[in-house]
């Protein structure tokens, strides 16, 4: 038999061995996993307090199975940021060892960041130099952890609020923009000043925009004086006034109660009275 043969023989049952190898053993679980960092669910978490070495502090709690922030404000919390941040409950350890207490500031943790789920308490400190990992405190261990969550804990308070602007189920009643006012009514939704044009779905529509919308970012305003004026008001009667500032290319709508504002596009549509829809014949043209 020709060498070149034999060998392309050689090869051919090579490969149909390790394919009857991959068939009759199947990949192999991991021999050890890793242990979390604590025994606790996060779902079952129902207080969060963030506490920071500057002295701020961030207090949530759930309400009706929904996060509000208690501190510094009162609303309503973003619960997806919340609850990625309660499942450092169940981050996997990397490492765990017995903390020295006489080296705490070379672990970062002589002015740790605190974390307290319920009754749990947990301290953040640095990154280890080589992998960049977190180091967490608790009790009297120290654990080496995947840095996943710091971000969440290091955001400004602006940043762990609904991006919501009403109460999640809130329904709107009316809505009074410098430009137009939208209000609920036994006929349907009204608009001001009116326009034939537009059919009750589209109105429909614009509250129901309104009644959706969310924040690109959040921040804090101090100055809001003078600004044009929107409100919001609910069927519960509640009404809501924000200031309206054009910034950098955005739509700031500024709370005045607490001067929480709501980034929205320069061209938003919700700013505008809606608009009938285009002729298919303009289209066309």
Avoid: C
């Amino acid at each position: 038999m020709k060498p070149k043969l034999l060998i392309n023989l050689l090869l051919l049952l090579l490969l149909i061995t390790l394919g009857l190898l991959a068939w009759l053993l199947p990949g192999k679980a991991p021999e050890t996993q890793l242990e979390s960092l604590t025994t606790h669910r996060p779902d079952g978490v129902q207080r969060l307090l963030i506490e920071r070495p500057d002295g701020t502090r961030l207090r949530f709690a759930r309400q009706a199975g929904r996060w509000q922030m208690l501190e510094p404000y009162a609303m309503p919390a973003n619960g997806v940021r919340l609850d990625a941040l309660a499942r450092v409950l169940e981050a996997p350890v990397l490492s765990r060892f017995p903390l020295p207490l006489d080296r705490l500031a070379e672990f970062g943790l002589d002015r740790p960041l605190r974390l307290r789920l319920d009754d749990l308490q947990l301290e953040f400190g640095g990154n280890d130099p080589i992998n960049f990992h977190r180091y967490v405190r608790q009790g009297e261990q120290l654990a080496l952890i995947l840095d996943r969550f710091y971000h969440h804990l290091s955001a400004s308070a602006e940043q762990l609020l609904s991006p919501a602007l009403l109460p999640i189920d809130a329904r709107l009643q009316a809505i009074v923009t410098p430009n137009y006012r939208l209000e609920h009514g036994p006929q349907g939704w009204q608009l001001t000043p009116d326009d034939p044009r537009l059919s009750a779905d589209q109105l429909a529509e614009q509250a129901s925009a309104w009644s959706q919308a969310q924040g690109l970012s959040l921040q804090h305003f101090d100055a809001i004086d003078g600004l044009p004026e929107i409100g919001l008001t609910l069927e519960s009667g509640e009404r809501l006034v924000f200031g309206l500032r054009q910034q950098d290319g955005s739509n700031w709508l500024i709370r005045r109660d607490n001067g929480i504002g709501y980034r929205l596009p320069g061209d938003s549509p919700l700013l505008s009275p809606p608009q009938p829809a285009v002729e298919q014949g303009a289209k066309e043209q």
